[in-house]
């Protein structure tokens, strides 16, 4: 028997051995953060995407948009009121403090050891939080977070639109000259667009590659699921977040008056942003057609520094409390076979998480999957610790109180290192 179906009938056994499961549940829900927080949720309103499955067991999936800034909590709310959705599509930072409450059910064994051997070195670190032990599935088209560019801007400024900057040094000059200004003065476009206001999680996400690129980290063990501390109010994080300080305060090549960055970058109001690639590559073909734009690994503190970059997912999960857990099951188990994994893909112009499905075309190539492969490598996902929550509140707190001007740097991050080790320790009880 050829490996492939070997590995077919491994990943789809369960969901022939359940399908008896399909009858016991007319509807299923699956909640998703609502608007563009993230490209991959937006397929959810795409009335083709379940079709298949629909029509096949007779279960409609209904698709709830909730609101990213206070989907967490509405979360949590709704499992101690036992009237969470059957299946949860969350921030992957977002797992610990669900684990730390018990809310999800474990993927098992079997099928947990066929999809770590099954897909690729990027997904199988995204997916296993120790031991070969999952709770959920990473989406297609993963966040791997990079720096992305406006070409055209980049030839205006008398800048090579194929040479991104790669160091903090370059990155600072080349925001400045590509900052405009009106003739009051004003900033009419940022050279660099930052996110500053909103969730604390995604404004961590988004400050990620110069956090770690210093030398600091949110947790001093990112795999261990209890204990450790604080590792962020040293040299590294100070010069992170001060980097950014700097460019508002002194080079005036950012602003606080800007919208989100993936949206200042494809309404031209900057020239560039570090975010989810996968963002940019999905919206720009609609919001911003014209847009010539460029992608590559993040800068990095000083020459001959390797760069470093969040390595994150929107993850598929099951809670406990769910009302047609089984079901549930069922419909993850198709989302996640490599038929669906190629076909969803091929349609919505994503990356793939199976190996095998990376040696077939459109992937192998495609210029733009390409290129996040060769920035996956530098991808780190962020900690498994059960106080991650706390850890991300405190972090991303500080950075906007400093950004802000409502704190020193120095007496922002004390105090989020102060939180982080008791969200650490409480976790840990």
Known sequence: MQRRTVLKLALTAPLLASRRAWSQSKAITLWYPAGDITAGAAHFSDKSFFAPYEAKTGVKVEAVGLDYDTMQQKIFAAAAAKNVGDILFVDGSWVPGFLKEDMLDAVPDARSKAWLDAVSPEIRTLSDYGKGRMWGYPQYGI??????????????????????????????????????RDAQGNITRVGYAIRHVGHPHGIVHKHFWALYGAGASLVDDPLALRGGKANFNND??????????????????????????????????????????????????????????????????????????????????????????????????????????????????????????????????????????????????????????????????????????????????????????????????
Request: proline share 7%; aromatic share 10%; with cysteine.
């Open 143 to 180: 966040d791997i977070y990079g720096l992305t560019w406006n070409k055209d801007h980049f030839k205006e400024a008398g800048l090579d639109p194929e040479k991104p900057p790669r160091t903090w040094d370059e990155f600072r000059d080349y925001a400045k000259k590509l900052t405009k």
């Open 236 to 429: 590294g994080g100070r010069a992170a977040v001060k980097l950014v300080l700097d460019m508002l305060d002194v080079d005036k090549s950012t602003s606080l008056n800007f919208p989100d960055p993936r949206a200042a970058l494809l309404k031209g109001l900057a020239s560039m942003q570090i975010s989810e690639t996968v963002s940019i590559h999905e919206r720009a073909p609609k919001e911003a057609p014209e847009l010539k734009w460029g992608l590559s690994a993040t800068p990095v503190r000083k020459a001959g520094d390797k760069p470093i970059t969040l390595l994150g997912s929107w993850m598929y999960a099951v809670p406990k409390m769910a009302k047609n857990r089984e079901a549930a099951w069922q419909l993850l188990e198709w989302i996640n076979t490599p038929e669906q994994d190629f076909e969803m893909c091929k349609k919505y112009a994503a990356t793939p998480r199976y190996k095998v499905n990376w040696e077939r075309d459109p992937f192998k190539s495609n210029a733009y999957d390409q290129a996040l492969k060769q920035i996956y490598p530098y991808g780190k996902p962020l900690p498994v610790n059960l106080g991650l929550n706390g850890v991300m509140d405190a972090v991303g707190g500080a950075i906007q109180k400093t950004w802000h001007h409502e704190a020193k740097l120095e007496e922002a991050l004390a105090e989020a290192e102060r939180a982080a080790n008791k969200a650490i320790a409480d976790a840990a009880k």
